[in-house]
């Protein structure tokens, strides 16, 4: 018997990578994702590995990578460029860790913001108001 996973519809294709239709459209039109051929009168097809392939796309997202580095990273995913991929995450890794120091300093801003706000209640003007109107 010919193995589920091989024979899937895009609708079926979709559902197994945990995405919708029109997430498997846009990643053929940006090249992350080929598009099978159409059998003469018959739909396209899709299988395992192309479910595997929505899946690391997904994953490589979830870590911040854009859809220009993760083609990269596809083009790389035969295991024998590692470090070629470890490059392309040194650079992710750095932007992460910018964009937490960015988010560090929001976050005490904000805080100190917040405390000046309750400790002047008597005031006319808020500090709140008035650090955004002066920043």
Not at 1 to 21: D, Q, R
Not at 78 to 105: F, I, K, P, Y
């Amino acid at each position: 018997m010919e193995n589920i996973l091989e024979s899937l519809t895009i609708g079926a294709f979709a559902k197994a990578a945990g995405v919708n239709v029109e997430t498997i459209r846009f990643y053929q039109r940006k090249g992350l994702l080929l598009e099978p051929d159409r059998p003469y009168g018959s739909i396209r097809r899709y299988g395992g590995a192309d479910v595997a392939r929505v899946k690391f796309v997904k994953s490589a997202q979830r870590l911040g990578f854009s859809l220009d580095e993760i083609f990269e990273l596809l083009k790389l995913e035969d295991g024998t460029h590692c470090s070629e991929a470890a490059e392309l995450a040194a650079m992710r890794l750095a932007d992460v860790r910018a964009r937490l120091a960015d988010l560090t300093r929001m976050e005490a801003a904000l805080s100190k913001l917040v405390t000046d706000c309750c400790a002047d209640r008597g005031q006319v003007s808020c500090p709140l108001i008035d650090a955004l109107r002066c920043g």
